[in-house]
């Protein structure tokens, strides 16, 4: 199977298995559900779901029960996209090839619907009856995850003297936690023992980083079209990235660099690891 095809399985896994526990648009109150239903719909490569699964899949565990959990992490996912694109955050109109969610439903339902996700997220991960993955999940979403990096990145906006030191710790916390928690949950879940899951984090940890800093690149060299948002956005609000204090040829280099190392961790362990390789891969190969 290419990792086109595994993406794709997981995709449809994923999205069958969210359509069946997410409420209906016609339950009330009839906006938010529509509104939770618009963002986790509205495309996406179900990355981090597919690594969860990936990880799971390498160390041996149960391909059904890691599904609901896979899920709620894209929920997790679906949530910081909407916040996101809020006008007090980046402000972005457009996400996945459609109006953002506060353009459609209004800032205050589009909050909302953040909010609704997170609980549905942790809804789906508790159905694994195992504390540690909640704790692994609010660990990479917390001020020492997802939301540290995202105050340290809103802060950093416009400022002159950024150094690479900086963006990696806005980038590291921003993207890389909840992917490197992903493959973490997936390989906890599988049961996986304590040094290959410390090289599990450490993989995540790099292909995470290298995820963020493509997606830097492609803000500058994509399009609208291929990207389903406003390309150069990141520069219109001189966002802190790695094309801005390295260039772009040097971003490229550390992401393959990071990809690369990433791939080596993999070698030391005795499982076949040719899904998280490619999955790793597909990160510096992908072009949306
Ligand atoms: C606590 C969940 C939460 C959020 C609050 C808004 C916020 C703090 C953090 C923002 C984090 C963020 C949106 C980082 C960008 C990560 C990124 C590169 C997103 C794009 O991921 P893809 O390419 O998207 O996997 P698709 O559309 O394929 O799902």
Redesign the pocket.
Known sequence: MTTAEYLAVQKERIDNFLDNYLLKETAKPKSIHKAVRYSVF???????ASLCIGANETFGGSEDSILPVAAGI?L???????????PC??DDDL??GKPSSHKVFGENIAVLA?DA??ALAFDLVAWADDCRIVRILSGA??TE???G???A?IESNGLQNISEHDVRYIHLR??AK?IQASLEIGAVHAGAPPENIDIIKKFGSRIGLA??IV?DILDIESSNEIL?KDVGSDENSDKATYPKVCGLEKSKHIAKQNIEEAQNLLDTLTEDTSILKDLARFVIN?V?
């Open positions: 509205s495309g996406g490569k179900r990355f981090r894209e997790i996912h679906a949530y910081s996209l909407i916040h996101d694109d809020l955050m980046d996400r996945r953040g996700l997170n979403i917390g995850g997802m939301i990096g995202q105050v990145d921003k993207t909840l995820f963020q997606d389903g992908r949306s």
